[in-house]
C-alpha cells in the first residue's frame, strides 16, 4: 500500500514562510514525478508545483518565484518552500506522485496551510 505523507502546514502570517514536506512510501521514489497542488474552500483542486525524475520544474503562475519544490530521493521525500505567503495561497495542499505513462498516481491526505493574521 503506497502511503504519501505530508506535513508542516500550519497557521502563518501574510508574508511568512512555511516548508511542507512529503514522505513517500514508494518502492522506487525517484522514478517518479512529484508534484504539490492544492485545493482552496470552494475551488477546484489545481497545480502549485511539479517535478520530474530528472530535476525538471514546474510552477503555476501565482507562485513562480515565491515558492520551491525540491527532493530527495533517498530519502523518499519532496519539499516545499513556500515564501511570502499571501491570503490566496490558503488552501488543503496535497502531495501527488505520478509515475508518467502509466497508471500509477498515487495522492497524500493533505496538509492544511492557513494565511492570517
Known amino acids: 500500500q503506497v502511503q504519501l505523507v505530508e506535513s508542516g502546514g500550519g497557521l502563518v502570517q501574510p508574508g511568512g514562510s512555511l516548508r511542507l514536506s512529503c514522505a513517500a512510501s514508494?518502492?522506487?521514489?525517484?522514478?517518479?514525478?512529484m508534484g504539490w497542488y492544492r485545493q482552496a474552500p470552494g475551488k477546484q483542486r489545481e497545480l502549485v508545483a511539479t517535478i520530474t525524475v530528472t530535476g525538471t520544474t514546474n510552477y503555476a503562475d501565482s507562485v513562480k518565484g515565491r515558492f520551491t519544490i525540491s527532493r530527495d530521493n533517498p530519502k523518499n521525500t519532496v519539499y516545499m518552500q513556500m515564501n511570502s505567503l499571501e491570503a490566496e495561497d490558503m488552501a488543503v495542499y496535497y502531495c501527488?506522485?505520478?509515475?508518467?505513462?502509466?497508471?500509477?498516481?498515487?495522492w497524500g491526505q493533505g496538509t492544511l496551510v492557513t494565511v492570517s493574521s
Open positions: 501527488n506522485a505520478n509515475r508518467p505513462h502509466t497508471k500509477y498516481d498515487y
Open positions: 514508494l518502492r522506487i521514489f525517484s522514478i517518479y514525478t
